[in-house]
């Protein structure tokens, strides 16, 4: 089983929605890869375990989440060194995190420029995500990896 790791500030809201719905099209398809989600540095403190939108969005598609019930997590060196495809939802906001925290891994990550609440609210994101998700999806499908 091949390893995409997703990457954002607060593994609350963007990394772990794309985390299960990666997941949950990936078993569908019985695609070889599965996901995870962290945070190159955890920034924010948020209540509970994933943001109430993400939530209310992978329920409207029937996806379960009990499963994904956990607090967010800062990535680490051994998340990297098993990840096969790493991913970074927001270039602006991420490279710089990343340079920081992990400078080696930068030539890896594929990065894309999906906003946080700061600059777009959920109903503009998450769809967003979706449709990167599975054009990521699409490309892991076509590949002989």
């Not at 209310?56 to 098993?82: C, G, M, N, V």
Request: aromatic share 12%; hydrophobic share 35%; with cysteine.
């Amino acid at each position: 089983m091949k390893r995409v790791l997703f990457l954002c500030s607060g593994n609350y809201y963007r990394s772990r929605f794309s985390e299960i719905f990666f997941n949950w099209h990936a078993k569908k398809r019985c695609l070889n890869w599965e996901a995870e989600s962290r945070g190159p540095t955890l920034l924010n403190i948020h209540p509970g375990f994933m943001f109430q939108s993400t939530i209310e969005r992978l329920t409207y598609h029937d996806i379960p989440i009990d499963s994904y019930k956990r607090l967010p997590l800062k990535a680490t060196q051994q998340d990297f060194d098993a990840a096969d495809h790493i991913v970074a939802v927001k270039q602006t906001e991420h490279r710089p995190l990343i340079e920081e925290h992990f400078p080696t891994q930068l030539d890896r990550i594929e990065f894309w420029e999906v906003h946080d609440l700061d600059c777009a609210g959920p109903e503009e994101t998450i769809p967003h995500l979706e449709r990167e998700v599975l054009a990521l999806i699409e490309r892991l499908e076509g590949s002989k990896d």
